[in-house]
């Protein structure tokens, strides 16, 4: 069973825009992780978020957690071409487990 | 970049075939992972292992064996592969350092597995 169910399924903007992803789950967790995986390849790791914090930054990305409603949101600001990707929430299935949710595509368009 | 390789990267084999797949890391990192990755089905966890000799099955691990006698290699095996195993199998590593919660996972590059 997935846990984390990203939305919207696929999203499409303008080079310069920025991209919004949720994330939504079911039970409690200890963290939220987002990843990114390009065509091709393996997934890498964007950021971890704890379930004590409510916001975190790198770089041009902003996660937010919000444990009332269950759900997660990735901002990535001023988007570049680069970007364009698939991104994955995953949620602690504990045991060092994770439980990853389908994906939201992302393609920037120059 | 994590130490993570995976052989082969491509395979096509014909139904009821053996076939085992390499998971090979550098890192010394304790846990290991094989995923799937499906179309409309996300990732997801098939067997892992929390040391050498130590695994356990994950959500979808029907059909699937797996080994690890050395900290590095973890093996993946379709015994009697079928067409519903064409997939694209991933492997992963975390170091479990921070006890029961779950940390980061390094990805290897996966492979690419189509039954005929």
């Known amino acids: 069973s997935q846990q984390g169910e990203e939305d919207p399924q696929a999203l499409s903007i303008q080079e310069g825009e920025n991209a919004t992803m949720n994330c939504s789950y079911k039970?409690?967790?200890?963290?939220l992780q987002w990843y990114r995986q390009n065509s091709g390849r393996g997934l890498v790791h964007l950021i971890l978020?704890?379930?004590?914090?409510r916001e975190k930054h790198s770089g041009r990305l902003r996660v937010t957690l919000d444990t009332s409603k269950k759900s997660s949101s990735l901002l990535i600001t001023a988007s570049r071409a680069a970007d364009t990707a698939s991104y994955f929430c995953a949620t602690d299935a504990g045991a060092q487990k994770l439980v990853f949710g389908q994906g939201t595509r992302l393609t920037i368009n120059p | 970049d994590a130490g993570i390789t995976q052989s082969p990267r491509h395979k096509v084999t014909e139904t009821g075939t053996p076939v085992t797949l390499r998971c090979h890391q550098t890192e010394n990192h304790r846990y290991m992972y094989w995923y799937r990755q499906d179309p409309g089905h996300g990732l997801r966890l098939i067997h892992y292992s929390y040391g050498v000799k130590d695994t356990d099955k994950g959500e979808v691990s029907d059909g699937y064996s797996v080994s690890r006698s050395k900290t590095e290699d973890f093996l993946l095996t379709l015994e009697s592969a079928t067409s519903s195993q064409t997939s694209v199998y991933f492997c992963?590593?975390?170091?479990?350092?921070?006890?029961?919660?779950?940390?980061?996972?390094?990805f290897g590059p996966g492979t690419r597995l189509l039954v005929l």
């Open positions: 978020i704890r379930s004590n914090e």
């Open positions: 039970t409690s967790i200890n963290n």
């Open positions: 992963a590593i975390s170091s479990g350092l921070a006890g029961a919660t779950s940390e980061t996972q390094y």
